[in-house]
């Protein structure tokens, strides 16, 4: 079993930054792929960005070149460095991980970023 918790939400103004982190901890093996995704009022919850243990990264086309994916395998933990924050970047941000040869996935419990002034 794996545990993801989420950290680092808050308020911040237009324009502003925010990091978030999520560690995981438990039996992690092998591939996988960490991810961000969000989900605001009303909507669906969609991808942010996803890193894979390899590094490799996607990113959703309205965060390219505001947002980075970073991980450190080390520490089981992914970060997400939000730049250029816009009110339309609000909502809850929830981490995940999906493990292709259990096949497992797991989620965190959210954290809300809110973008106004």
């Known amino acids: 079993q794996v545990q993801l918790v989420e950290s680092g939400g808050g308020l911040v103004q237009p324009g502003g930054s925010l990091r978030l982190s999520c560690a995981a901890s438990g039996s992690i093996f092998g591939f996988n792929v960490m991810g961000w995704y969000r989900q605001a009022p009303g909507k669906q919850r969609e991808v942010v960005a996803t890193?894979?243990?390899?590094?490799?990264?996607n990113y959703a086309d309205s965060v390219k070149g505001r947002f980075t994916i970073s991980r450190d395998n080390a520490k089981n933990t992914v970060y997400l460095q939000m730049n250029s924050l816009k009110p339309e970047d609000t909502a809850v941000y929830y981490c995940?991980?999906?493990?292709?040869?259990?096949?497992?996935?797991?989620w965190g419990q959210g954290t809300q970023v809110t973008v106004s002034s």
């Open positions: 995940k991980m999906v493990v292709p040869i259990s096949p497992s996935t797991y």
């Open positions: 890193i894979s243990s390899t590094s490799s990264t």
